[in-house]
């Protein structure tokens, strides 16, 4: 019963959203730049308005039809050529009427506008993106009868144009906006190549992605050029910043170098089980594994020392290369235990599981694509696919406690402690 009231409430919760409709006055009372965006959203009733929004620009430059007002009109019309407009991402073939003075033909504006509206058709852009091979979308789409454009390489190019500005736009980001606390690092394997993906941590929890490059995790130098240019698109660091990788030498040298002085390092504690555990028998893993995860579980920087201290010492006497594993890199998987905010946001922090989460989503966007041309293709994919789930990704849990994580990485690094006001940040954005 208890079972049956709770779907019931659920159920009950859910509401129909309200849609505004609009009336015959306020769309003639539109401005012409929005009246055509209008025009452009249905079908089939589209031909019905765009015919209209054409012969009511000719009549404002050629008068009414057979009229006898005994007016002087420099225009007037001429016949009707065949001609097309986009209609939801399809080209429709109509008859267009033209306008004609002594100049010579007098193009229509309105017409000009629904032929080629110059933005990215963003229904193609999401059906292509979310899984609508280019090859079926004719197929799958809602066509027209006569309708063009819906070709494989006609959607292919649009989707290209669309993921290559897309691209742009994640490479121009303007950092300076954003008051990041924190940077997840981890790389994306795209059949043979390695993308590094940078996603940051805002004051408020919210998770941005700041930039992405190709190259593999063990690659220093390019990595530290890759964070530089974060820095150069506004990325502030003057109060210190807590970076967590899954402990790649190259990637903490590379953080190191391109943050001086201005970083802490929160190695991933997944991975470094998974590395210790990796050395013992199948036999010894669970039980390993679970000691492991209970020493980093103690809340204090004392007590999970402690608890770490004895798994080293018990695994020099059955696999010192366990504890070799072990104890490299030990401290820096335990940097929230010694800021003293693992207890607030441990949960959120302790690993890369933003960043594998993210691995996950973009597995459903580009898993299909079973042969990748070139680097522009993976780029364009990986920018599309990350600025799409961007807005699904919730805040990290814990955000409340991060002002406690800011003062904390500030009094650890001796940076500045003046802290930059929502003012401060709209003005550099």
């Not at 009336?23 to 012409?32: G, Q």
């Not at 209209?52 to 009549?59: G, P, S, T």
């Not at 506008?113 to 899984?131: F, M, N, P, T, W």
Request: hydrophobic letters at 40%.
């Amino acid at each position: 019963m208890k079972t049956i009231r709770k779907t019931q409430r659920k159920q009950k919760g859910r509401t129909l959203k309200r849609k505004t409709v609009m009336s015959r006055e306020a769309y003639e009372a539109l401005p012409n730049e929005a009246r055509w965006a209008a025009v452009q959203a249905l079908i089939p009733l589209g031909l019905m308005f765009v015919q209209e929004e054409l012969l009511k620009e000719v009549e404002g430059r050629a008068g009414a039809r057979y009229g006898h007002q005994g007016e002087q009109r420099n225009a007037y019309r001429h016949g009707t050529n065949p001609g097309s407009v986009k209609l939801a991402g399809q080209r429709i073939g109509m008859q267009v009427p033209r306008v004609r003075d002594a100049q010579g033909e007098v193009p229509l504006q309105s017409y000009k506008a629904l032929h080629q509206s110059g933005e990215i058709d963003e229904g193609l852009y999401r059906k292509v993106l979310c899984g609508i091979s280019t090859r079926n979308y004719e197929a799958a789409a809602m066509a027209v009868p006569g309708a063009i454009g819906l070709g494989h390489s006609s959607v292919s190019n649009a989707f290209i144009e669309a993921s290559e500005n897309t691209l742009r736009e994640l490479k121009e980001r303007d950092l300076s906006k954003h008051d990041i606390v924190a940077i997840f690092l981890d790389g994306k394997s795209f059949a043979d190549a390695q993308m590094v993906i940078a996603l940051g941590v805002t004051m408020q929890g919210k998770k941005v992605f700041l930039g992405v490059v190709q190259t593999d995790t063990e690659n220093k130098k390019v990595l530290t050029a890759f964070l530089r240019e974060l820095k150069d698109r506004g990325l502030r660091t003057a109060q210190g910043l807590l970076v967590i990788i899954d402990g790649s030498k190259g990637m903490i040298s590379a953080v190191k170098k391109a943050f001086k002085g201005r970083v802490l390092i929160q190695r991933c504690q997944w991975h470094k089980r998974e590395n210790v555990v990796s050395y013992l028998s199948k036999e010894e893993q669970p039980w390993m594994r679970k000691r492991l995860q209970h020493a980093y579980e103690r809340p204090t920087y004392d007590e999970a020392v402690g608890a770490l201290e004895t798994l080293h010492a018990d695994l020099e006497e059955t696999n010192q290369s366990a504890a070799a594993s072990l104890k490299e890199g030990l401290e820096e998987t335990l940097t929230l235990h010694r800021l003293g905010v693992f207890a607030l946001i441990g949960r959120s922090f302790k690993t890369t599981n933003c960043l594998e989460s993210v691995n996950a989503m973009l597995e459903q966007r580009c898993a299909r694509i079973s042969y990748w041309k070139n680097s522009s293709q993976r780029h364009r994919w990986l920018a599309a696919s990350l600025l799409d789930i961007e807005p699904r990704l919730r805040a990290v849990k814990g955000f409340k406690h991060l002002p406690k994580l800011r003062e904390a990485i500030t009094s650890e690094l001796g940076c500045g402690t003046t802290p930059i006001s929502e003012e401060d940040c709209l003005m550099a954005a």
